[in-house]
């Protein structure tokens, strides 16, 4: 019988893409589909974060296992293998691939990968957008120091992708690494990586980018929210209604994309941290790391 197969990440890293346009062309699986339902939305949350007393308590394992029936199972979560939100770490990754194996058999295991810097502006471009929740600006070195300076280096520390593939490799015997930038610079050849582990020829006619772009109107709002009294243009978006939200909100994401540049400071502390496990990551899985300018 076909392996079940986990795509467990990385967001920002052609993860919406292959959950739209990929994975639900499968014919021979069965897909879990992303946005879960809220039953496995739920039972994933819990695998992903909670301790092991809790989890047992939480039933996850059982809702999980229910969902695979007669065909293979394909599930998208990348919440398997980084927090959603904050500073916020998940359960360690070897605990996760256990609780994962002991629900899904030895599945094959998707991960994609992202050059780190390109990787952590996009994530920061993306959270930038959490002071209209209230949720306070920060600039691109604020942001970075933030997670570095938190437990177990925040964010970082989940994007030493060399340590996310040994975790997963101690438990499954099929671990595949696609980097994102092969879907930006030679789309036929990430196609065809999906194509060979799904086994099944899918045609992909029509590729836009899906999400939504950061735009540097959207930026400059964050600024002004924070330096003219913090929060305060903010605050009447809390209480407006879902029409004036949505009016306002689609105002900021008009106009040019942002650009961000990290410090040459910032940019030697992730070539300090990531350098050899990506030189190591590359020689293991050949993956040409350096065509796409890796921290080697």
């Known amino acids: 019988m076909k392996k079940n197969i986990v795509h467990i990440g990385f967001p920002r890293s052609a993860s919406t893409f292959i ?52 065909k293979p199972i394909i599930i998208s979560n ?13 359960q360690d990754p070897y605990v996760i691939a256990k609780r994962l194996r002991e629900i899904f058999g030895d599945a094959t295991i998707i991960i994609i990968i992202r050059e780190q810097l390109n990787w952590f502006e996009s994530y920061y471009l993306r959270r930038t957008k959490s002071y209209l929740m209230g949720g306070l ?59 060979n582990i ?22 400059l709002f964050g600024y002004m929210n924070r330096l003219i009294i913090p929060g305060i243009l903010t605050f009447p978006f809390k209480f407006a209604p879902k029409k004036i939200k949505k009016k306002w909100i689609n105002f900021l994401e008009k106009g040019p994309k942002a650009k961000i540049n990290f410090s040459n400071k910032i940019k030697n502390i992730m070539a300090e941290i990531f350098s050899e496990s990506n030189k190591k990551l590359n020689e293991i899985k050949n993956l040409n790391l350096d065509k796409y300018d890796y921290f080697l």
Do not use: C, W
């Open 19 to 70: 959950q739209d346009s990929f994975f639900p062309k499968v014919k021979k699986m069965d897909y879990l589909g992303k946005p879960h339902s809220k039953e496995i939305h739920l039972a994933m949350r819990n695998l992903n974060y909670l301790d092991n007393e809790s989890y047992l308590e939480s039933k996850a394992s059982e809702v999980l296992k229910s969902a695979v029936k007669e």
């Open 78 to 90: 990348e919440g398997i293998s980084h927090a959603e939100l904050g500073t916020s770490i998940t």
């Open 137 to 195: 600006f920060q600039s691109p070195n604020e942001f970075f120091f933030n997670h570095y300076h938190s437990p177990g280096n925040g964010v970082l520390g989940r994007i030493d992708y060399l340590k996310i593939y040994k975790s997963f490799k101690k438990v499954f015997s099929d671990v595949e690494i696609i980097p994102y930038e092969e879907l930006k610079f030679d789309r036929e050849l990430f196609i065809e990586k999906l194509i």
């Open 198 to 219: 799904v086994g099944e020829k899918i045609s992909i006619d029509d590729f836009k980018p899906i999400n939504v772009k950061t735009t540097k109107l959207r930026i």
